[in-house]
């Protein structure tokens, strides 16, 4: 079976289906099982050079396109894996790379290639303005050398997991600033520091869900954050921090694509395998056309998805091709999902097929990273020019 995603750097998904092929269903299993963290999975991925994909050479990394990244992560799900682990690692570079100082790149980026520091926490989202981001309320507060910042974040991954995080705070007032985009700064705080201590500014709480995805709520009482850890310019931290949006979208597209195609293609093989009645239920087209269908849906979404990783790549807008990438691809990997238990029926509940695990896994990208009812409301406004909703 041919994908049209799988003609992009095919050296890199060889190397990473190599990787692959040491974590099997039976290790994914055992971590969901105890909601635990694939340490081992991580750091083969470090030290192979694949979570440095995005970061120059001159700074100890590859140097690669998004589109390598989206290849990257596109074959650990296709694999069989996940790569909600790490995959914030690489959109997060997208705010450092492009607007942080060559100072701040200097200090950080060579320890993050080398594995020596994890940047995989993104504190943006708060309980009370969820993606309505421009209404969030956290705060820093400028003293001297220092911001003081105060606030709590939730759904952010990893937090237990990461030595640094990118941290999005109001700095200006929403009723003081001229313009709704405007007010907002973004931060790198240094987590080790932060947690240490027997009263830490920083408190991390895991919160349990119906996947093994290591989310938590973070808390932030009167946190000191140097000012040389602000990047870019204060005020502007939300226009930076959509670059790290829209190449978190375009990789998260690709990790669904990578779903999709495991999904086709275990219940392809199940259905060729299956005999009730005396034949292989693939030979029923109640079993054939929902894989048909969604195999079509997974090609066609692979196109979008080339096409906003293309944009980005060039440095072109590219919020509405992003954005409808991560929808059309991960309506694409449910679509697959389904039909991928509906052929496997009872035993597509059993934990030893991996299709309940990937299956859960794959119900995440209807809400997040941002709903599929907010993406729709973009389209309908910025490039249908249709009056606002939200």
């Known amino acids: 079976m041919t994908d049209f995603s799988e003609s992009d750097f095919p050296e890199i998904r060889q190397g990473v289906r190599a990787l692959c092929a040491d974590f099997p269903g039976a290790y994914w299993r055992a971590l969901d099982r105890d909601r635990a963290y694939p340490k081992a999975f991580v750091e083969a991925l470090?030290?192979?050079?694949?979570?440095?994909?995005?970061?120059?050479e001159e700074y100890g990394g590859s140097g690669?396109?998004?589109?390598?990244?989206?290849?990257?992560?596109?074959?650990?799900?296709?694999?069989?894996?996940?790569?909600?682990?790490?995959?914030?690692q690489m959109y997060t570079?997208?705010?450092?790379?492009?607007?942080?100082?060559?100072?701040?790149?200097?200090?950080?980026?060579?320890?993050?290639?080398?594995?020596?520091?994890?940047?995989?926490?993104?504190?943006?989202?708060?309980p009370s303005s969820g993606t309505d981001t421009l209404?969030?309320?956290?705060?820093?507060?400028?003293?001297?050398g220092h911001y003081i910042a105060n606030g709590q974040k939730v759904w952010t991954s990893r937090a237990e997991y990461s030595d640094l995080?990118?941290?999005?705070?109001r700095t200006t007032a929403k009723e003081e600033v001229k313009h709704k985009g405007e007010g907002l700064s973004v931060f790198v705080v240094d987590l080790r520091e932060a947690t240490r201590g027997e009263n830490p500014p920083v408190t991390i709480r895991p919160i349990r869900t119906m996947?093994?995805?290591?989310?938590?709520?973070?808390?932030?009482?009167?946190?000191?954050?140097?000012?040389?850890?602000?990047?870019?310019?204060?005020?502007?931290?939300?226009?930076?921090?959509?670059?790290?949006?829209?190449?978190?979208?375009?990789?998260?597209?690709a990790e669904c694509l990578g779903d999709a195609r495991w999904f086709v293609d275990?219940?392809?093989?199940?259905?060729?395998?299956?005999?009730?009645?005396?034949?292989?239920?693939?030979?029923?087209?109640g079993i054939q056309f929902p894989i048909a269908r969604a195999y079509a849906q997974a090609q066609a979404a692979a196109l979008m998805v080339r096409q906003a990783a293309t944009l980005f790549e060039a440095g072109q807008p590219c919020g509405a091709e992003a954005n409808m990438a991560k929808m059309l691809a991960s309506e694409a990997s449910w679509a697959a999902a389904e039909a991928c238990l509906q052929t496997h029926g009872g035993y597509g509940f059993?934990?030893?097929?991996?299709?309940?695990?990937?299956?859960?896994?794959a119900r995440l990208y209807q809400v997040a990273p941002i709903s599929t009812n907010l993406i729709l409301a973009h389209i309908a406004e910025h490039v249908l020019g249709m009056p606002r909703s939200y």
């Open 135 to 144: 209404s969030l309320t956290t705060t820093a507060r400028r003293e001297g």
């Open 350 to 361: 059993a934990e030893e097929y991996d299709v309940e695990r990937k299956y859960r896994e």
């Open 266 to 285: 275990t219940a392809r093989v199940y259905a060729c395998e299956r005999r009730v009645f005396g034949r292989a239920i693939g030979q029923n087209q």
């Open 93 to 126: 570079m997208g705010t450092i790379l492009r607007h942080g100082s060559e100072a701040q790149k200097k200090e950080w980026l060579p320890e993050i290639a080398a594995g020596r520091l994890r940047l995989q926490a993104f504190g943006v989202s708060e």
């Open 46 to 56: 470090t030290q192979a050079g694949y979570l440095a994909a995005l970061i120059p």
């Open 165 to 169: 995080m990118l941290l999005l705070a």
């Open 211 to 253: 996947i093994n995805h290591a989310t938590t709520e973070v808390f932030i009482d009167n946190l000191r954050v140097p000012a040389e850890n602000l990047i870019g310019e204060e005020g502007r931290g939300f226009r930076h921090v959509l670059d790290g949006m829209n190449a978190e979208r375009i990789l998260i597209a």
């Open 64 to 88: 690669l396109p998004l589109s390598a990244a989206a290849a990257i992560l596109e074959e650990v799900h296709a694999s069989g894996g996940n790569g909600g682990a790490c995959h914030a």
